[in-house]
Nanobody, 122 residues
Framework: QVQLVESGGGLAQAGGSLRLSCAAS????????MGWFRQAPGKEREFVAS????????RYVDSVKGRFTISRDNAKNTVYLQMNSLKPEDTAVYYC???????????????WGQGTQVTVSS
């Protein structure tokens, strides 16, 4: 089992940057592909990005391509989401999640963090 704790959320201005971190417990972090999802007020949770176990493969939703970068440090049991050129529509609660194989399908993720709030002002 994996426990996930997100951090790094907060308030940013449009055009600014934030870096989210997700720390995982246990010794098996390297076995999991990881993902980031977000849920804006009144909307369903949506896929943002995912990364393979070794970090060599990643996927993004079109709306964040070129602005967000997912990465991981298996020595630190941590996955990151670097968010640049932020827009007000990026405002949401951001969740990290773990799965067996890299995917964009929310239902395939087995473990979830509690989420961290990101608010982007215009």
């Amino acid at each position: 089992q994996v426990q996930l704790v997100e951090s790094g959320g907060g308030l940013a201005q449009a055009g600014g940057s934030l870096r989210l971190s997700c720390a995982a417990s246990g010794r098996t972090f390297f076995r999991y592909a990881m993902g980031w999802f977000r849920q804006a007020p009144g909307k369903e949770r949506e896929f943002v990005a995912s990364i393979s176990q070794g970090g060599g493969n990643s996927r993004y939703v079109d709306s964040v391509k070129g602005r967000f970068t997912i990465s991981r440090d298996n020595a630190k049991n941590t996955v990151y989401l670097q968010m640049n050129s932020l827009k007000p529509e990026d405002t949401a609660v951001y969740y990290c999640a773990a799965t067996q194989t890299i995917t964009i399908a929310q239902k395939e993720f087995d473990y979830w963090g509690q989420g961290t709030q990101v608010t982007v002002s215009s």
